[in-house]
Every structure is written in C-alpha cells, then in structure tokens.
C-alpha cells in the first residue's frame, strides 16, 4: 500500500502568517493527491484535488503544489476560521489512503 | 444541495454484526462510485471501501476485507456497509462519502457512530 507521510504533525502558527504543509508518498503517485480539512467535530471538506486544482466555493488563500512524491498545501495568510486539521489523500491505487493529518493550530 | 445521510450505527457486541446505510440526494446517484471512511476517536481519517457505480466493482482495506461488504442499490439511491465478526479496533465514526469525476471524496455525511464492545 502507498504511505503518506505528512509534517509536520502539528503547526503553531499567529494569524496573519503563511504555512506550508507537506504530504510525502512512498512511491511516485504522479499528481494523484488530495486535500481535505476537518474542523472539530465536522465531516471532513476537499480543498484541492490532484495536487493543485481548486475546487469551488474554497477561499483562493488555499493553494497546493506538487508531483512525484512531495506535495505541499500552502495557505496565504491563514485566518482564525482554518485553524483544524490538514489531510492529504491518494488516489493513485484503487487502495486509497489517506495521511496522518497535520494540526494547524494557534500560537 | 447534494446531501448523504448515514444511518445504522450503535453499540454492538464483538463478533456480531451491523448494516450501516447511507441515503443519497441532490445528484444522480447510479453515476457516481461512492465509499465508506472511518475515523477512530481522537485518530485520523481510514478509507474503508469503495464501489463502482453500477456496483460491479468493488474494494477494500486489508483489515476488513472479508469481513465488511459494501454495496449499492442505485434505485433507492441508497449505499450500504455490511459489518460482519465486528472487533473492538472497528470502532470509529464512519463517512460515507461520494467519489468526484475523479477519484477524490468531494462530499461527505454527517457520519455515524459504531462502538464495539461487550
């Protein structure tokens, strides 16, 4: 099965500031991931599909990069409302998995 | 509005068994695949299974293939999950999930609980 490997685990960050999550594949997927975010207590949400496509109705301050097997979510000066939890997904075996998640949280 | 709705869950013995359901509108349903995601409490997201959209094909993790069966019934619009020789590690909240033009999980159920425990 494909691993994903996202870092970090948990990202201290003031509002205002931009990050950058990864998402690292244990083989090359091409540009077969994807991005969700959960806030708490809630179904989880698609921000970008396969690796930098937006997906409608999410704020453009939401932008992913990537290919191969290293893949980045970036987002432009983050707001109190995107403070939950990141995880990146594969679809490149029909034996999907998703990576651990990374906690974006405030500092 | 596209909307699933799951329904089923509980708390169930070790070694017995559940239906979870999951009721779909707001799009054509016998045109999408669509699958099941787990999250144990406090953990992350699982994939679970998925199906193809006439039902012919379908996939499963490791740890529940041969134990859990999904399915569908496009004329009810409905997705299933069969739990059977339910253990304590399948306690989770489970999504049920549609699968975009593609093979990303674009919408998502409220979830539904399954706790498994004597």
């Known amino acids: 099965n494909i691993v994903l490997t996202q870092s970090p685990a948990t990202l201290s960050v003031t509002p205002g500031e931009s990050v950058s999550l990864s998402c690292r594949a244990s083989?090359?997927?091409?540009?077969?991931i994807h991005w969700y975010q959960q806030k708490s207590n809630e179904s989880p949400r698609l921000l970008i599909k396969?690796?930098?496509q937006s997906i409608s109705g999410i704020p453009s301050r939401f932008s992913g990069s990537g290919s191969g097997t290293d893949f980045t979510l970036s987002i432009n000066r983050v707001e109190s409302e995107d403070f939950s939890i990141y995880y990146c997904?594969?679809?490149?075996?029909?034996?999907?998995?998703f990576g651990s998640g990374t906690k974006l949280e405030i500092k | 509005e596209v909307q699933l709705v799951e329904s089923g869950g509980g708390l169930v013995q070790p070694g017995r068994s559940l239906k979870l359901s999951c009721a779909a509108s707001?799009?054509?349903?016998?045109?999408?695949?669509m699958a099941w995601v787990c999250q144990a409490p406090t953990k992350g997201l699982e994939w679970v299974a998925s199906?193809?959209?006439?039902?012919?094909?379908?996939y499963y993790r490791d740890s529940v293939k041969g134990r859990f069966t999904i399915s569908r019934d496009n004329a009810k619009n409905t997705l299933y999950l069969q739990m059977d020789s339910l253990r304590s590690e399948d306690t989770a909240t489970y999504y049920c999930?549609?699968?975009?033009?593609?093979?990303?999980?674009?919408?998502w159920g409220q979830g539904v609980m399954v706790t498994v425990s004597s």
């Open positions: 999930a549609r699968l975009g033009r593609g093979y990303y999980f674009d919408y």
């Open positions: 707001g799009f054509t349903f016998s045109n999408y695949g």
């Open positions: 199906i193809s959209t006439g039902g012919g094909n379908t």
């Open positions: 083989q090359s997927i091409s540009t077969s």
């Open positions: 396969y690796a930098s």
């Open positions: 997904q594969q679809s490149y075996s029909s034996l999907y998995t």
